[in-house]
């Protein structure tokens, strides 16, 4: 019992914290609840984020303004065809001074890196990337350097322009805990946004509402959300289904049944839960598999087509009546 009131006071700091950092955001953001939610979903989960969308849509814009949020080191790289994997990383270089090799680290080092077009940097540069995003540590020159903790990885790219872009390989895809797209903004919201903008940059006025040290201890939290037997075979017969349609050269690897899971139990939390719900599942099952998936060739874009079959899993695999656990009901905070 005493373990339950310290865990629903802790779901009840947690929900504060989640709601500051969700205001701190629409002081610069309009619209875009959706994706809002779906970022953070990702950040409790400990994922990476791919935001893809058209040019001017404000993918840049959201990372910085999560960015600001949030007490961390940030470091932003514009990915170039001449990026080299050093410019990354960092490099060893000889100091004359102290006749010794010193090590400068490069953007990796730090809690937040955003990493800007990232389709327009060559699949080495890319690759580079890998070993960061999954091991939370790179080897450089024979040395394993582990990077800082939280440490989360915001790349964008544009669908539209081809020219001069080197498309993200599966394997480098299947980093990504979720492809958020949030489209363009409504009529009003596009007012809004000219309203809000017209005389200065609201995020140069954002201030930080969350250490380093709270992230950390969100992620803890989300990574003891209740998830029962029922929805862990739910997870995976959905992975499994994707995997057995005709149409799909390659399906939902075992990687994206862990991500499907720990982004749920991120939705659970900003949903003010310690249990998770089919509805959890199913609201991160488009952005966590989606991009994961790759399709032979037929009518419309791949995107499009792996749309679709997610939709059609989602519509035919059975949803368990899985009621909240007993140990957890109360746990959600009004």
């Known amino acids: ?103 400068r680290p490069g953007p990796v080092f730090s809690s937040i890196l955003l990493a800007d077009e990232i389709n327009r940097a060559t699949p080495r540069t890319q690759s580079s990337l890998l070993e960061c995003m999954e091991e939370r540590q790179i080897t450089i020159d024979g040395v394993t350097h582990e990077l800082e903790a939280p440490f ?31 489209g363009y903004p409504t009529f009003e919201e596009g007012v809004h946004i000219l309203q809000r903008f017209r005389e200065n940059n609201p995020l140069l006025e954002t201030s930080a509402v969350a250490s380093g040290r ?17 929805l862990l075979g739910y997870i995976i017969a959905i992975v499994e289904a994707t995997r057995q349609a005709p149409s799909v050269k390659l399906g939902a690897s075992p990687r994206a049944g862990f991500a499907l899971l720990r982004a749920a139990q991120g939705c659970a939390l900003i949903r003010q839960r310690d249990y998770v719900l089919p509805d959890d599942i199913k609201a991160v099952a488009m952005p966590v598999l989606a991009h994961r998936l790759l399709l032979q060739r037929g009518p419309g874009s791949r995107e499009g087509q792996a749309a679709e079959l997610v939709q059609q899993v989602l519509r035919e695999v059975e949803v368990p009546a899985e009621p909240a656990p007993a140990a957890a009901r109360g746990g959600r905070v009004e």
Not at 214 to 230: C, R
């Open 1 to 103: 019992m005493e373990r339950m009131v310290l865990f629903f006071m802790m779901l009840q700091e947690a929900a504060a914290l989640i709601q500051a950092i969700r205001e701190n955001l629409a002081k610069v953001i309009v619209g875009k609840a959706e994706g809002v939610d779906l970022l953070l979903a990702a950040l409790l989960a400990n994922g990476h984020v791919l935001l893809e969308d058209v040019p001017g849509t404000g993918k840049t814009m959201l990372a910085k303004t999560l960015a600001r949020s949030l007490d961390c080191s940030f470091k932003r790289i514009q990915f170039t065809p001449d990026l080299l994997p050093s410019d990354l990383s960092g490099i060893n270089f000889y100091n004359q001074k102290t006749g010794e090799f010193q090590f």
């Open 214 to 230: 709270d992230i950390k201890e969100l992620q803890q939290l989300a990574a003891a959300v209740t998830v029962s037997d029922d």
């Open 152 to 182: 989360l990885v915001i790349a964008t790219q544009n669908p539209v322009d081809s020219q001069g872009t080197f498309p993200l390989p599966e394997a480098q895809l299947d980093r990504f805990l979720m492809r958020i797209t949030t």
